[in-house]
């Protein structure tokens, strides 16, 4: 059997599939206008097409408009099917007749009917034109007839009664609202309105995006009007790139405009801006001075004049917008006042930081006194941790004045203010990094000076006329107890009133024993680790019956004098004296050796009687900075050593090398780490220790072998002899220690004087204890054949010890040549070398670092960062601790 295809006139005389269609997408309020001509018949009265069941006509009627409402049909809904049914007309038509009609107004009244819909119809493929017709044989007939179309009307507020009427608008009511609406409550729009929302309603009812289930459909957009046509065909490349072309090229030509229109004015404020930044910058160098005086509340009236100064700029840029300021640098003039509104940021922020510097500062300027306590005046801590907050802010004031100068071009700069912006910066700085080691140590310094709970420390007044390892002998201590950063009490006695309620007897470091017989706490600072001495102070004196305390701090006499010198002299007139900072140690030492009572046997009490004395001069002299810097500077010298027992102050304390503690950092293949410090023990050499000058030479060089060779030599020069104190005047003699690498072979040794004869005290028969870290250090003795020099371990050092004597007006000489543990190989990559120094003692160094780069890549040394010569000499007068780093 052969089939026939049927041609496209017998498909459309198919009514059946064509009903089922028409039922399946049509809404059922569409009006047939065909039949409507075909029978004369009014629009209202005509049927609707629903499955076949006729349903009444609408009560509303719109002559004249309803005329031209034709079915739409998009062929594509119709499964990809391109040709029409014929009882529809094109979009073009429909627009064209639309466009063409004339209708009156249409009015609504109120309770009008809503259309109801077939069940089984899908209420999203409604296809209506326009909304139904509505009857309005009731309403007043006060509006004109007008060529306008109705439009729908969306209510903000449904319950709304009053809303303006407009001559020349009509309105239309969708189907779907659900209020009602009087006619006194119309709202009118124009028809060109009304024919666009009317279209875009109807059509965005048929869209895809309401039907998404059905299968084919591809979307589209909505069909347009006249005016509305554009090409959908997509832009060229060239078209895109010459749209791009005409907006950069419009907002180039605004900013350009703008910013011309913006320099006129910002020459008229160029003036008076350099007028006020000339006054705020030295409100600012006023408040520096103020605040280096430590006059804070001076301080902080400068910096909160300087910053509303710069406040006062900033409001004048304001006519100038962030674009001008932030253009690109090819409008030289516009980066100029980018340059400018930074530098007045970075003003405003500075000032700002000192203003919370100033704060912070002002409830710290009150040094309290040794009889104050907490109650009457405030706490110390509290004060300081309230200063941390104001630090904090400061920092981060500092912090954004930086991010606005990094942004600043140097050529813009003006050059009156050059060097000060540079000093500024400097400044703030030395200032950041010295707020972050504030703010970092911040819980150290509160548990240190006893916030929580009170603390007791042993003050070691160590006297380096008389020289000891960490600073020198200890014949006078004091008891300093902290609360909350006050001082509460103060107490200051002579060592031996307690050392002579030492309960056993014990055996005294060998050297020790030419002058005494056993070990107390006034021999205690014997080694040369500070924290070592400091712990055997504190175990010898709780054995004398003395209170335990939380640390020790060791104090040389060269601080009371740099004291002395701030306060100026201080008469005591109970002694016949008035001490400055010339005389103080000369006229203490004779009221100590000589003229001290000696009914009440207390020699030490001049300086117990100068403490209190001594610090009521410098809360009331206003010094208070100075205090501070002497104080840092102490402990950087050496001339201030801290121990604490608690273990998080004692670590802060280490890596700030404020303890006093040795380096002992050890070599690798790789790193030689050398090390050096010469110390001296005066031990029956009286207090001409003062009158010393000390010099030494150190050479570094490598033998045939690889061997690294190492040469100290050392020199005392005494200079005594005719001064008025017979203390002064006598031989200088002690014990030298040279501290080397742990390992470390001494080859020979030459100058040294001879052994002195101890005291034959029978230790055992007479129940003297030993020491265990003193019998620790001397098990590992052993004598230097060719020069009885004594060669031990001690801190993890290698140790040479030997006597040395030095007659008044005398210089003796001492050499020493020992080896590392570590040959130079091409495996050695650096050098370092550590000299440490001792507390009291200043010392000449020179020398020379030669022959590394013949066996290792070692080419070039530095020391504090600074290159030494090509030879790798090096000179310095030691006043701390040194690094020369040979890479």
């Given amino acids: 059997m052969v089939m026939r295809k049927a041609n496209n006139k017998e498909i459309l005389s198919r009514p059946r599939k064509s009903d089922r269609f028409w039922r399946r997408h049509i809404d059922s309020t569409v009006v047939d206008l065909r039949k409507v001509k075909a029978n004369n018949t009014p629009p209202s009265q005509v049927s609707k097409i629903s499955k076949g069941i006729s349903k009444p006509a609408t009560q509303g009627r719109a002559d004249g408009y309803t005329d031209i409402v034709k079915r739409y049909v998009d062929p594509r809904r119709i499964g990809h099917v391109s040709f029409k049914y014929p009882d529809t007309l094109s979009q073009e038509e429909i627009l064209r007749q639309i466009s063409e009609v004339e209708v009156q107004d249409v009015i609504i009244e109120e309770g009008f009917p809503r259309i109801q819909k077939e069940n089984n119809l899908e209420p999203r493929a409604r296809m209506n034109l326009i909304p139904p017709a509505i009857h309005t044989a009731d309403l007043p007939k006060v509006l004109p007839v007008r060529k306008e179309l109705v439009r729908k009307t969306v209510l903000k507020e449904p319950e709304r009664k009053a809303i303006r009427a407009s001559k020349k608008e009509s309105v239309y009511i969708p189907e779907n609202l659900p209020v009602y609406i009087s006619s006194k409550d119309l709202v009118r729009i124009p028809e060109k309105q009304f024919r666009k929302q009317a279209l875009q309603d109807n059509y965005d009812k048929q869209s895809l995006w309401h ?16 005016k509305e046509r554009q090409s959908t065909r997509p832009l060229s490349v060239s078209a895109r790139v010459l749209r791009l072309k005409t907006a950069i090229f419009a907002m180039t030509a605004l900013f350009v405009i703008g ?27 006023a408040g520096k001075s103020a605040l280096e005086k430590l006059e804070t509340d001076e301080a902080k009236e400068y910096f909160q004049r300087a910053r509303e100064e710069f406040v006062s700029i900033e409001e004048g840029f304001g006519f100038l917008p962030v674009q001008t300021l932030n253009l690109a640098t090819i409008f030289p003039f516009q980066t100029q006042l980018s340059s400018a509104a930074h530098l007045i940021k970075a003003g405003k922020a500075f000032s700002s930081a000192g203003y919370e510097i100033s704060s912070a500062l002002t409830p710290l300027k009150r040094l309290p006194s040794p009889s104050g306590s907490v109650q009457e005046q405030s ?6 941790l309230l200063a941390g907050i104001h630090i904090q802010k400061a920092k981060e004031y500092i912090a954004v004045a930086d991010m606005h100068l990094s942004r600043v071009r140097n050529q813009d700069v003006p050059p009156d203010f050059e060097g000060e912006i540079m000093n500024i910066q400097n400044y703030g700085g030395y200032m950041e990094e010295l707020f972050d080691e504030v703010l970092s140590s911040l819980d150290v310094f509160l548990s240190f000076l006893g916030h929580r709970e009170e603390k007791v420390y042993m003050l070691a007044f160590q006297n380096s006329s008389e020289l000891r390892a960490t600073g020198g002998f200890m014949g006078t201590y004091g008891l300093l107890t902290l609360n909350k950063g006050s001082i509460e009490k103060l107490e200051i006695d002579g060592i031996y009133n307690p050392d002579g309620q030492l309960s056993v007897n014990i055996i005294p470091p060998r050297p020790l024993q030419y002058v005494t017989p056993n070990f107390g706490t006034r021999d205690a600072n014997w080694f040369f680790d500070f924290p070592t001495s ?10 004398t019956g003395g209170p335990e305390t939380n640390g020790v701090i060791g104090i040389t006499p060269s601080i009371v004098e740099k004291l002395l010198r701030l306060t100026g002299p201080i008469e005591m007139p109970e002694y016949g004296v008035v001490l400055d900072a010339n005389n103080f140690l000369e006229l203490v030492q004779q009221e100590v050796e000589q003229d001290y009572d000696r009914e009440l046997n207390r020699p030490k009490q001049i300086l117990a009687d100068l403490a209190p004395m001594l610090l009521e001069k410098l809360e009331r002299s206003g010094l208070q900075i100075e205090v501070l810097n002497i104080f840092f500077e102490g402990l950087r010298n050496k001339d201030i050593m801290i121990y604490s027992k608690d273990q998080d102050v004692e670590k802060f304390l280490g890596e700030k090398n404020w303890d006093g503690g040795m380096d002992m950092v050890r070599s690798s293949d790789s790193v030689i780490n050398d090390y050096l410090a010469v110390v001296f023990s005066n031990i029956g050499g009286w207090k001409t220790d003062k009158y010393m000058d000390t010099e030494v030479d150190t050479v570094t060089e490598v033998d045939d072998q690889g061997n690294v060779m190492r040469t100290v030599i050392i020199s005392r020069r005494h200079n005594g002899g005719s001064t008025p104190y017979m203390w002064y005047n006598r031989p200088n003699y002690g014990y030298m220690r040279i ?46 054949e060719s020069s009885n020099t004594d060669v031990f371990v001690e801190s993890g050092k290698t140790v040479f010890g030997n006597w040395l004597l030095t007659p008044a007006g005398e210089r003796t000489f001492v050499q020493l040549k020992y080896k590392l543990p570590q040959k130079a190989n091409l495996k050695v990559m650096s050098y370092n070398l550590t000299i440490q120094k001792q507390s009291g003692l200043p010392v000449d160094y020179s020398g020379s670092i030669e022959d590394l780069g013949e066996f290792t890549d070692i080419d070039s040394c530095w020391m504090e960062g600074k290159p030494l010569s090509p030879s790798g000499q090096f000179t310095f007068f030691q006043t701390n601790d040194r690094d020369i780093s040979c890479r």
């Fill in 211 to 226: 039907r998404p289930h059905i299968d084919g459909f591809v979307p589209e957009r909505r069909p347009l009007l006249k």
């Fill in 534 to 543: 400091a712990q055997k102070i504190m175990e010898l004196f709780v054995q």
């Fill in 379 to 384: 706490s110390f801590t509290d004060n300081l």
């Fill in 259 to 285: 910013g011309i229109f913006s320099s006129f004015k910002a020459v008229a404020f160029q003036d008076e801006a350099t007028i006020r930044a000339e006054k705020a910058y030295s409100y600012m160098s």
């Fill in 739 to 784: 501290y080397v690498p742990e390992g470390s072979e001494l080859v020979s040794a030459e100058g040294f004087s001879e052994e002195p004869p101890y005291i034959n005290t029978n230790y055992g028969k007479e129940g003297y204890f030993s020491d265990p870290l003193v019998f620790e250090i001397e098990s590992t003795l052993y004598k230097h």
